[in-house]
T-cell receptor, first 114, second 111 residues
Framework: SQTIHQWPATLVQPVGSPLSLECTVE??????LYWYRQAAGRGLQLLFY??????ISSEVPQNLSASRPQDRQFILSSKKLLLSDSGFYLC?????????????FGAGTRLSVL | RKEVEQDPGPFNVPEGATVAFNCTYS??????FFWYRQDCRKEPKLLMS???SGNEDGRFTAQLNRASQYISLLIRDSKLSDSATYLC????????????FGSGTRLSIRP
């Protein structure tokens, strides 16, 4: 069966510090991978998606970047965090070639930038 | 106009009641539709796909109205455990990978 791991669960970082969130998927090959951010009481905002190793598409201009160094690994990074980067970050995967609307989410990272 | 719109609620209904909410979408070429459930401070989880002919899964019924560009979710005999935020999801035909989430409708079931 497929599983998705995302860590850490909670993170408190000072403004200006770097960020690295990691997401890995097990039990499937060549998945589509996604990073979302959810502000408190709001919907999910798609940040990045990837259809393969080294292939990253950005949905919105921002202070963040993403990388996919391996087939089942997706990393979200920032060189200098802003207060506005606070939120609930979710990684998700969907079957490559399948319906991308069927997504499976990690447990999320709650980031507070102070 | 937002691509996907939902009434944020909250819908506050007694246990055992039937509740329904809609989600409208703006792109008539949208390809597929889904309902997700998100519990407080948790990740979203797929509840059900929405098929053109409508579909039912136990107490849950999903319908699609392409002419009026909305999908609906009906919950019968609601349980306390149904309390959650329900997100509708639309995948645009034009994009290879984009998926659009609504902001969610919050449902609270009271004893």
């Amino acid at each position: 069966s497929q599983t998705i791991h995302q860590w850490p669960a909670t993170l408190v970082q000072p403004v200006g510090s770097p960020l690295s969130l990691e997401c890995t998927v097990e039990g499937t090959s060549n998945p589509n991978l996604y990073w979302y951010r959810q502000a408190a009481g709001r919907g999910l905002q798609l940040l990045f998606y990837s259809v393969g190793i080294g292939q990253i598409s950005s949905e919105v201009p921002q202070n963040l970047s993403a990388s996919r160094p391996q087939d089942r690994q997706f990393i979200l990074s920032s060189k200098k965090l802003l207060l506005s980067d606070s939120g609930f970050y979710l990684c998700a995967w969907a079957r490559g070639g399948g319906d991308r609307g069927i997504q499976y989410f990690g447990a999320g990272t709650r980031l507070s930038v102070l | 106009r937002k691509e996907v719109e939902q009434d944020p609620g909250p819908f506050n209904v007694p246990e055992g009641a039937t509740v329904a909410f809609n989600c409208t979408y703006s792109n008539s070429a949208s390809q597929s539709f889904f309902w997700y459930r998100q519990d407080c401070r948790k990740e979203p989880k797929l509840l059900m796909s929405v098929y053109s002919s409508g579909n039912e899964d136990g107490r849950f019924t999903a319908q699609l109205n392409r002419a009026s560009q909305y999908i609906s979710l009906l919950i019968r005999d609601s349980k306390l455990s149904d309390s959650a935020t329900y997100l509708c999801v639309v995948t645009p035909y034009s994009s290879a990978s984009k998926i659009i989430f609504g902001s969610g409708t919050r449902l609270s079931i009271r004893p």
